[in-house]
């Protein structure tokens, strides 16, 4: 199916307990972790992407540069923007940007592929009777 680029999706989420840091101690409060943050860019770019596939297909990460450029306190609200900005063959490229309610708190660049999920299953199961 052709694709209008950049195809731009966004969605937000609240900095929870959870899914903060806690390294520095009682002086400096917990903050979004860098790989919560990651998790957020992941989630939001498949579901971005996820109308373009056929019902039996979905994506899975293959690449990712992410800079996670400023903290975000633990009650904050951060906004993920995808841009769909290349698709070769199964590969779909994204850019990616993160805010708070006061600045750009991170930017990425993603690749997913596009798998079918029968197939992705089977060498899955392959692979845990292997292991």
């Known amino acids: 199916m052709p694709v209008t680029l950049p195809k731009i999706f966004e969605k937000s989420y609240t900095v929870t307990d959870d899914l903060a840091v806690h ?3 009682e002086e400096a409060p917990p903050v979004l ?3 919560a943050l990651l998790l ?3 989630m939001t770019s498949s579901e971005s992407i996820k109308e373009l596939l056929s019902q039996s297909q979905d994506t899975v990460g293959v690449g990712v540069t992410l800079k996670h450029l400023a903290a975000t306190p633990v009650g904050g609200r ?6 769909l900005v290349k698709v070769e063959g199964r590969i779909y490229s994204l850019e ?3 805010f708070d309610d006061t600045e750009k708190v991170g930017e ?4 997913r592929a596009a798998v079918t999920i029968a197939k992705f299953a089977v ?9």
């Open 23 to 25: 390294f520095m101690g």
């Open 33 to 35: 972790s860098t790989p």
């Open 40 to 42: 957020w860019m992941e």
């Open 78 to 83: 951060v906004r993920i923007v995808t841009r």
């Open 96 to 98: 990616i940007e993160a």
């Open 108 to 111: 990425a660049m993603h690749q």
């Open 123 to 131: 060498r899955v199961r392959a692979k845990m009777k292997r292991a």
